[in-house]
Structures are given as C-alpha cells and as structure tokens.
C-alpha cells in the first residue's frame, strides 16, 4: 500500500519547528473564517520515501470517521525534476487525474474524504510534512499532534 517512514510530530516535543506550527493555526483561522469548518485540531508527520517508494491511492479519511477534513502537504524537495517522478496524483471530480510535482515550498490542500490520491513511485529520496486539520470534538479524545 505503502513505501514511506513517517515521524510523528508532537507541538510540544517539536517546539524547534514553531513556524511551521504558527502556519497550522494560521491556515487553520483563515479556512474557519471563510470556509466556516470548525477546525479545532490537527496530526502531522514528517514523511519520507526513499528511492523506490510509493503509496496506492486512497482516501485520507478512515471508515466511520469524519475528523479529517482537509489533507495539507509542504513539500520539502530543493531542485526536483520530473523524471525524479513522486508526484502526487489526484483523481478530480471528472475523474481526470491531475499530477502535482513535490517542489520545495508548495504547499497542497483538498478535502480528505473527497479526493482519491497517490504518490507515484519516487526514484529520488523525497520530503514532505504531511498531515490534517481536524474537526475534533470533546468527545473524540485526543489524537496524534
């Protein structure tokens, strides 16, 4: 299903990375502000595929869950070219597939029980900070991040 190693992110045990949590809570304000979500938490991983890694397409909400509401991708790859392949492959509401190349700073969001996705196999060591801005209410208890 998959070929990534993933290092789980924790606010307080992570605090070196306060820019990139600043940017959470900022994303996070803005899309309740003008998307009215209730976004009240996120979980987020480092994740790394080496050279040869994968992951099959599917959806970034579990069966009988509705927490994750939108999926958030930071691409942290200098100098990416095509042919490194690792892209991310989104089938769209057509059912057309749309590739997104993992370069350095771009940042991806789309709705994590809507849109079916991959990662193409990676033939170049490839980074990202990945996670979800949650909808989590009191009574889900708490969650990785």
């Given at each position: 299903?998959?070929?990534?190693?993933?290092?789980?992110?924790?606010?307080?045990?992570?605090?070196?990375?306060?820019?990139?949590?600043?940017?959470?809570?900022?994303?996070?304000?803005?899309?309740?502000?003008y998307?009215?979500?209730?976004?009240?938490?996120?979980?987020?991983?480092?994740?790394h595929y080496?050279?040869?890694?994968?992951?099959k397409?599917?959806?970034?909400?579990?069966?009988?869950?509705?927490?994750?509401?939108?999926?958030?991708?930071?691409?942290?790859?200098?100098?990416?070219?095509?042919?490194?392949?690792g892209?991310?492959?989104?089938?769209?509401?057509?059912?057309?597939?749309?590739?997104?190349?993992?370069?350095?700073?771009?940042?991806?969001?789309?709705?994590?029980?809507?849109?079916?996705?991959?990662v193409?196999?990676?033939?170049?060591?490839?980074?990202?900070?990945?996670?979800?801005l949650?909808?989590?209410?009191?009574?889900?208890?708490?969650?990785?991040?």
């Amino acid at each position: 299903m998959r070929g990534d190693k993933t290092y789980w992110l924790n606010k307080d045990r992570d605090a070196a990375l306060s820019g990139f949590w600043n940017l959470l809570e900022e994303t996070k304000s803005t899309l309740n502000r003008y998307c009215y979500l209730s976004l009240s938490g996120q979980e987020f991983h480092l994740a790394h595929y080496p050279s040869g890694g994968y992951y099959k397409r599917h959806l970034d909400q579990f069966e009988g869950r509705n927490n994750r509401m939108i999926s958030m991708i930071i691409y942290l790859n200098d100098n990416w070219e095509t042919e490194n392949g690792g892209q991310l492959e989104i089938l769209d509401k057509n059912k057309k597939l749309q590739l997104v190349s993992p370069i350095a700073k771009r940042c991806v969001l789309f709705k994590s029980d809507k849109v079916p996705h991959a990662v193409l196999k990676s033939f170049k060591d490839r980074y990202s900070l990945t996670g979800w801005l949650l909808y989590q209410p009191t009574s889900l208890g708490p969650l990785l991040g």
